[in-house]
């Protein structure tokens, strides 16, 4: 349940060298579930139109997962820009039109795309390209992907890929060299999928996004049952060891999303990473608020 005295500060982890610091924002891929009211997240009777105020209480930052399903409208993000209290910001997911199901014109959705998000101005972190499961490292996948991230020259942009076949030295340097991010993923381990990475390609930026790992439901069909799945504190705790740990000196901000909605388990395994994260020390370093 939300309260109203939560504070959504905005995380900092110093470097050893304290030369530099990483700040971290933690969130959910979405925050406009109904069943998150049922769950107990938002208060009974809460209606959409009022659930990203109450998220705010909670979160910095929230990935917006209604652009991958319809364009980006700038009407609708400019109401959505001047609601935000002054600590939240925005990631975008690039609309399946340009990803899992190509237009034909799908540079002039890329255009359409650009104008659509622009309200968001300063508020906006970051552009989420997720790549398709079955999107392999051909050559007329890698010429598409090259060709998209041109159109999108300009905009900070962060790639998610799902296919395993990507997790090359060659394809981090590209994308270093374009000062792209590259999305560091907790899913399933299983074949064919992208792994559990600490590479950082873009110093701008680390990004995160914990879709759960749920074996039996991730290749069901079923979106409920593949993100079904509630991180224990031992996980999280792990996990924070083994790779962010690392992560947090080779950038100087990160996002980190948790896409396991189902039951509003997304929101309640932010706030438990947020807690591990102040209150464990990575590398002789602490977060602070």
């Known amino acids: 349940m939300i309260k109203k005295e939560f504070n959504p500060g905005i995380h900092v982890l110093p470097s050893d060298n304290q030369l530099s610091e990483c700040t971290l924002m933690v969130g959910t891929s979405g925050y406009s579930y109904l069943e998150w009211v049922d769950s107990g997240f938002y208060p009974a009777g809460t209606k959409s139109a009022e659930m990203l105020g109450l998220y705010s209480r909670c979160f910095s930052a929230v990935e ?16 959505m820009a001047a609601a935000a209290p002054p600590h939240l910001f925005f990631a975008a997911k690039l609309t399946r039109t340009m990803t899992h199901e190509r237009a034909e014109d799908w540079q002039q ?53 799902r296919h395993a076949s990507w997790a090359v030295d060659g394809v981090f340097a590209e994308l270093e060299r374009r000062r792209v991010t590259l999305v560091t993923v907790d899913e399933p381990t299983l074949p064919g999928l992208f792994p559990c990475l600490d590479v950082i390609t873009n110093p701008e930026l680390l990004y995160v996004r914990f879709h759960g790992r749920n074996l039996q439901g991730w290749r069901s069909g079923n979106m409920q049952k593949k993100f079904d799945y509630d991180y224990s504190e031992v996980e999280l705790q792990q996990w924070c060891e083994r790779y962010l740990s690392k992560m947090v000196h080779k950038a100087n901000r990160g996002m ?8 509003a388990q997304a929101p309640r395994n932010a706030r438990l990473l947020a807690s591990i994260v102040g209150k464990t020390k990575i590398h002789h370093t602490t977060l602070s608020t």
């Open 64 to 79: 917006l997962n209604y652009t991958w399903y319809q364009m980006a409208r700038a009407e609708a993000l400019a109401r």
């Open 109 to 161: 959705q890329v255009r359409l795309y650009r104008q659509g998000i622009a309200p968001l101005k300063k508020k906006l972190m970051v552009i989420l390209v997720q790549l398709p499961p079955d999107f392999d490292r051909s050559i007329t996948n890698r010429c598409f992907l090259a060709e998209l991230l041109d159109c999108l020259h300009g905009l900070p942009v962060a790639v998610e890929f």
């Open 256 to 263: 980190l999303f948790f896409n396991n909605h189902v039951r």
